[in-house]
């Protein structure tokens, strides 16, 4: 699996925008993202970076064209879904002139949103869109990222107070059963479906576990 020599995750970087604002963009950013789960979150930071450079966030289109990124009369910080059903539509022939284009390197910002299973990351071209973009990534979950993941929504969300939420008793020691220190392939979520943990796992176990607390007379 492609990583990205210069990627963050998406946890870090919403908790980095939360506690000191939006970050300038200068090039293109590709968010590969799993569940979907921060994609509000993601387009609320950048919408506050697109005011920050005095542009508006809206939506482009597909295929992509030179100049795609210029911004336009109302100076557009362009946002192009790259969703399996418009990787469809686009054929063949438009879907690599499109990456190529992207891959040049050398138009203003723009965001990209690419699922982690998206032919995007098969191309010949990621290689070179990679080394000239900004890559955000949802990751798996793991031991390592969690407490990152923890953080963000302790500090974001409403599960409780982000003060209290870290040292609850039995809070972060919920997910060890949930994480596999093996392949994160095979890290699987019970009761939860059958999926790789994601954020969006760790924050519906985060949730039970709040209400769980407060049924119980814990808070």
Sequence with gaps: ?????????????????????????DRALVYRYRSGRLLRAMMVALRCTAE???????SG??????????????????VFRWSREAV?????????????????????????????????????????????SLVVVEPLITRASLP??????????????????LGQTGFTESFADLIDEGSNDDVRARG????????????AVGRWFSEWRTEDGAV
């Design 88 to 132: 469809k539509c686009l054929g063949s022939r438009e879907f690599t002139n499109s990456l190529r284009v992207l891959a040049e390197g050398t138009h203003g910002p723009s965001v990209h949103l690419v699922p982690h299973d998206s032919p995007v990351l098969r191309h010949s071209t990621w290689p070179a869109i990679e080394a000239g």
């Design 192 to 203: 939860l479906g059958r999926e790789p943990i994601t954020v969006g796992t760790v924050w």
């Design 148 to 165: 990152t993941a923890l953080l963000y929504l302790a500090e974001t969300s409403d599960l409780c107070a982000p003060s209290d939420i």
């Design 61 to 78: 289109d597909l295929p992509l064209r030179p100049g795609f990124a210029d911004g336009g009369l109302l100076n557009v910080l362009p």
């Design 1 to 25: 699996m492609v990583t990205g020599v210069g990627a963050v995750q998406d946890v870090g970087y919403l908790l980095a925008t939360h506690r000191h604002g939006a970050a300038a963009l």
């Design 52 to 58: 920050r450079q005095g542009r508006i966030l809206a």
